[in-house]
Structure formats: C-alpha cells, structure tokens
C-alpha cells in the first residue's frame, strides 16, 4: 500500500476496528453463549473442541520465539508460554482449561485426548500456526493481536456463565479469570512491537490484515461448532435413487448434479431426518462402528460436504 505510514494512534485505531467489525464475540455462537442459551451438550461441543485452539496457543507462542533474535523479546514472550503450559505439571492455562472441561461434565482425559475435535476446528486452529510459521516476526506478532480483545469478551464471558450457568463450578472459570489479566498484558507488548517495527504503510497494513485473518479463523472455529448442533434434513430438492453401477450404492440427485453414495454415506444419510443433531448423528454412527476410530470425525466432515453441495439442508 502506498502513502506514508500512518501515526501511531491511528494504526492503533485501524487495528481495533478490526476487532470491533470481525472479532469473534459478535459470533452468534457467542452472543447466544452469553445471552443464557446455550444448552449443555452446546457448551460441552465448545469447551471440548476450544481446548484443541488452547493447544495451539503455546505452539505458536514457540513459533514466534525462533524467529526472535532480540534476548529481551524472548524474554518478554517466553512468558505466554508459561502462562499456558505452565512451569510444573498441574499449572498453566491448559490445566485449567481441563477444569473447565470437569466442570461443565466432561471427561479430562477424553478432552485432552483431543479424539473428540471437530475436522472444522482442527483446520481453523492448525490454520493459526501455519499463519505464524509462514509470516515474518513482524506480521507473527500482529496475529496476536486479537488479545486487544480478549479481556473485554472474557470478563463478559465470566458474567454469563455466573448468572446463566451455574451448574458450573466456579473453580471451572479460573482460566477465564486469569485470561481479564494476561490479555491486556500481552495485547500491550505486542502492540508496543508493531507499532515501533512497522515503519511504512504497507507494513501497517500487513498488521492489519493479520489481525483479520486471525478474527476469520477465530470466526470459522466457532462455525464448526455451531454446525455440529444443527439438525441436517435431506434437501427437499433431492430425490434418492439407486446405483446402477454399484449394487450396495445410491445416488442422490439434484436438479444440477448427482452426487454418488457409497453405502456408509448412505447410512449417513439416512440418520439425517431434522430431529437429530449432527453431533448426535456421528455419536451414534462412532458407536456403531467402534473399529473405526476416526468415523466421528468423518461423519462431521461428511455432513458439511453434502450440506455445501445442497443434499442435507443443516436446519436450525
């Protein structure tokens, strides 16, 4: 971009507008979390799958670091690390994420096993560091920027949870509490970077952009937790018919293309009578086939290609 480089409060001011059109609290996903209407199986699908994002939080953190030749940057960054690994075992941001996962009546060890994430979210948040790997420092540490944001949703998360969920234990809300500290902190470091080491305008804009590719993958995170509590009805534009070239096989037929099932996508398929949840449709096909380890996973991916291709409409 040309022109001169902006001052820094109004590179600051485009940074945060970012956040106020795009960051992820204006999701519907969140505003129903903190209006009170979220069920329990929703917030145990967010609370599962967040702690894949959790995981990757230190990762890129680590990321960052061997791209840091300045000592006192390492210094200054080597503390996120901490913060969510901890410095022993049972401390950090991860150990109390896992509180958070006992709490609202998850197993930790099914949590931690991350057997249960999302092929939506497991993209969106490897997205993150494939972001932060690919980029310089500069562009890396602008990424993190979303943390100008992150106090103010966790101090209205905390708010929520108290007066619309209380079957979670308070204990359960330690990482959001420690999270209305670090943020700011943090958020303060990195815009301090940024604002001294971007130095013409297309460096600035960098920045920017950055910060909106974060609030995307925050944003697509969150569409792949929504989804999975959809309840998926074959379209009424589609009609069933068999496969003339495999006997166990269907085909299902719109006006604009046919898309071949083999007989599990049609087992799939067959489940999707808008009662159920997609959630509860990959559930009840993982038991089905327990020798299959990854049929949840693949159930979820499944369901989205045929609603992308108009053969299950994904219903409220």
């Not at 197993?107 to 249960?116: E, H, K, P």
């Amino acid at each position: 971009m040309s022109g001169p480089p902006w001052d820094s409060d109004a590179f600051e001011a485009r940074l945060r507008a970012v956040g106020a059109a795009r960051y992820h609290d204006q999701h519907p996903f969140h505003l129903r979390m903190h209006a009170g209407t979220l069920s329990r199986a929703e917030l145990q699908t967010w609370v599962r799958n967040r702690y894949y994002y959790q995981t990757r939080i230190p990762v890129k953190d680590a990321v960052i670091l061997t791209k840091a030749d300045d000592a006192a940057f390492r210094r200054e960054w080597v503390q996120r690390l901490h913060d969510h690994d901890g410095r022993a075992p049972g401390e950090g941001g991860l150990e109390l994420w896992l509180r958070l996962a006992d709490t609202v009546g998850l197993a930790r060890d099914d949590v931690a096993s991350l057997s249960g994430v999302l092929s939506g979210v497991r993209r969106a948040c490897d997205a993150y560091v494939e972001l932060v790997d690919g980029a310089e420092l500069l562009v890396a540490v602008a990424a993190s920027l979303t943390e100008l944001f992150a106090g103010d949703i966790m101090a209205t998360r905390i708010a929520a949870f108290e007066k619309h969920y209380p079957w979670v234990d308070g204990d359960g809300l330690a990482y959001f509490r420690s999270r209305t500290q670090q943020a700011p902190r943090d958020a303060a470091f990195g815009l301090r970077f940024v604002q001294q080491h971007a130095r013409t305008r297309a460096d600035q804009q960098r920045c920017v952009d950055a910060v909106e590719r974060k609030c995307e993958i925050l944003w697509s995170l969150l569409d792949a937790v929504e989804a999975a509590h959809r309840r998926p009805r074959r379209s009424r534009h589609v009609l069933l018919r068999a496969d003339a070239e495999r006997p166990d096989g269907q085909l299902a037929v719109l006006p604009e293309r046919a898309v071949r099932l083999n007989a599990a996508s049609a087992e799939i398929l067959a489940l999707c009578d808008g009662e159920q949840s997609a959630d509860e449709i990959a559930r009840t096909l993982a038991a089905r086939h327990p020798d299959t380890p990854q049929a949840f996973a693949d159930v979820h991916e499944f369901l989205g290609e045929m609603a992308r291709l108009g053969v299950i409409d994904l219903g409220a």
